[in-house]
Structure formats: structure tokens, C-alpha cells
């Protein structure tokens, strides 16, 4: 990370940025595909194999797999899009972005259903897998959940508040 008195560089602070929004696109795809990959993991193996194939050890293997898949999609995605964006669209976005408190509680829901799913799961379930998937695959069912759990508060009345920065262009 660039030290402060290098960030009125232009390149130094587009560089930052760019960094910034790659672990952001790495946050947010792990979410995204340890949602996805359960659901059409099952789907396909009951599909081709029938339902004697689905079990509790490979549904976790495919939930962290899914968000290993996520964390790096999700970064290659936003180092591309913002590594060739210009140093003041990158600036802009990060801004909107820093004050985001939708998505802010979103990686905060995912980040403590992964922290209690990650214990909890090997806890209920010790030998019903393996322990990597126990350990890995509870913290992307846990990652889940808690996207799921933040989006029914905003669904059912309970939206974050919204940060009312001055001075600040909003994207579209």
C-alpha cells in the first residue's frame, strides 16, 4: 500500500484505487458464487447423476470452491474494469462506493454468518465430512446466509441508512 504523502500522485492514487476495488470485486464474488455454486452444484449432480451423488462432503466442496472461483472472477473482473477506467472515474466510484452503506452491511452480514458457520458447522456436523470441507465450506454457507440475511431485513423494512456525503457526485 502507497503511504499517504505519495496519493497526490495521480498514478499512485489511481493505483490504490484499482487495489481497493480488486478486493472489493474478491469480497463480493466470494458472496455472490458461495450463494450460487450450492444450489447449482445439486442441480446438476441430481440432474446427471441422481440423488445418491449429492452429499453434505461434496455440497461443501463446491460452496468454498464456488467462492474460491468468486474471489478470483471477482477480482480479475475489477482489475480490469478499473485498471483501464480513468484515474477520475476510479477516484469517483471509490468514493460512492467507501460510502455505500448497503453494501457495507451486506460484507458485514456475510462476514460474521462465514465467521459463526465456520465454527458451527464442523460442531454439527464432525463426521458427516471432512474437516477442510467442514471448515472452509460452513464459511461459504455462513457467507451466504448472511448475504441472504441482509437483503430480507432490506426486503421486509429494515434498509440501512443512507450516508449523506456533501460535495459528492453520485453514479448512476
Do not use: C
Not at 440423488?51 to 474471489?71: C, I, K, M, P
Not at 471509490?94 to 458447522?121: E, K
Not at 464442523?122 to 465450506?137: E, Q, R, T, Y
Not at 446466509?145 to 429494515?158: E, T
Amino acid at each position: 500500500m502507497a503511504d499517504n504523502a505519495n496519493l497526490f500522485d495521480p498514478t499512485v492514487a489511481h493505483a490504490a484505487d484499482t487495489e481497493f476495488f480488486v478486493r472489493r470485486g474478491m469480497t463480493k464474488g466470494y458472496e455472490l458464487l458461495s450463494l450460487l455454486a450450492p444450489p447449482a452444484y445439486a442441480a446438476f449432480a441430481i440432474t446427471r447423476y441422481g440423488r445418491s451423488h449429492v452429499s453434505l462432503n461434496r455440497l461443501l466442496r463446491a460452496t468454498w470452491v464456488g467462492g474460491g472461483v468468486g474471489v478470483a472472477g471477482g477480482g480479475a473482473f475489477e482489475y480490469v474494469r478499473s485498471a483501464y477506467s480513468s484515474p477520475d472515474n476510479v477516484r469517483n466510484r471509490r468514493l460512492v462506493v467507501t460510502y455505500d452503506t448497503a453494501s457495507i452491511r451486506a460484507d458485514d452480514h456475510s462476514t460474521i454468518g462465514g465467521i459463526l458457520f465456520a465454527v458451527l458447522t464442523p460442531a454439527v456436523f464432525w463426521k458427516h465430512a471432512g474437516k477442510i470441507n467442514l471448515i472452509l465450506g460452513g464459511a461459504g454457507v455462513g457467507s451466504a446466509v448472511g448475504f441472504v440475511v441482509h437483503h430480507s431485513r432490506s426486503l421486509f423494512g429494515d434498509p440501512p441508512p443512507s450516508a449523506q456525503i456533501p460535495g459528492l457526485k453520485s453514479m448512476p
